[in-house]
């Protein structure tokens, strides 16, 4: 092999490395799954909300992680997401009491009204220590599921998928009021082709649920 050949296999190799990401995550970590449809030209609104709240909430160990973009609404009943699911993750419980001193749920709504349609955001209590490694060459599938137990995903592994994130939701604010979905899936799959050929199987008994299909990318 020449150097140039070599240079070039190392070049490949890099780039396909940059492509897979770690989400590293631990125990008594809050990890946040939000999801939102924003009002249109609402951009300058956006960026000052962040510029309010994330100071604070930078101060108090918030951490975004990652960006879904949504490439797909699956099933979402009224709720139509227009940008990408946020997600994000608090050191612990205390860590949002110290920024809810600064901000109430209410300030929080009042700021938020104005941008979006709707905003919903879930919570996970991590109970152990959990990686999530993302390829941004595949296609996620993010689920939010209305049951009253935890649904069984072996059938996701059996046809293809690959479960990155199985857990109940701990906590939960929307605009609205609406109820809250109980449980939360991250699926990998290859290509669209096998996330649709599991769908219309509808494997996953609840009584309601939302579905994105996504892909990955860091926060800029």
């Known amino acids: 092999m020449n150097d140039t050949t070599k240079v070039k296999k190392d070049m490949e190799i890099s780039n396909?490395?940059?492509k897979s990401h770690t989400i590293a995550l631990k125990k008594g970590e809050l990890f946040l799954v939000a999801i939102a449809d924003q009002k249109e030209g609402k951009e300058q609104l956006l960026q000052e909300y962040f510029g309010t709240i994330m100071p604070s909430a930078m101060k108090n160990g918030f951490t975004p992680l990652g960006q879904l973009h949504?490439?797909?609404v699956v099933k979402a009943n009224n709720f139509t997401p227009n940008n990408f699911i946020g997600l994000f993750k608090w050191p612990n419980m205390a860590s949002i009491q110290t920024f809810m001193s600064d901000f109430t749920p209410e300030q929080?709504?009042?700021l938020r009204m104005p941008i979006w349609n709707e905003f919903k955001a879930n919570m996970?209590?991590?109970q152990e220590d959990k990686n999530l490694v993302i390829d941004e060459k595949k296609l996620y599938e993010v689920k939010t599921l209305w049951t009253k137990e935890m649904v069984m995903t072996n059938s996701i592994s059996k046809?293809?998928?690959?479960v990155i994130l199985?857990?109940?939701i701990a906590g939960y604010e929307d605009l609205k009021g609406n109820e809250a979905p109980n449980q939360v899936l991250i699926i990998e799959w290859n290509d669209k082709k096998a996330a649709d050929m599991f769908n219309k199987m509808n494997m996953l008994k609840s009584s309601k649920e939302e579905a994105f299909y996504t892909h990955f990318t860091l926060f800029p």
């Open 108 to 110: 929080l709504k009042k």
């Open 70 to 72: 949504i490439d797909n």
């Open 159 to 162: 046809n293809g998928g690959r």
């Open 166 to 168: 199985n857990e109940p």
């Open 124 to 126: 996970i209590a991590l």
């Open 16 to 18: 396909n490395m940059k």
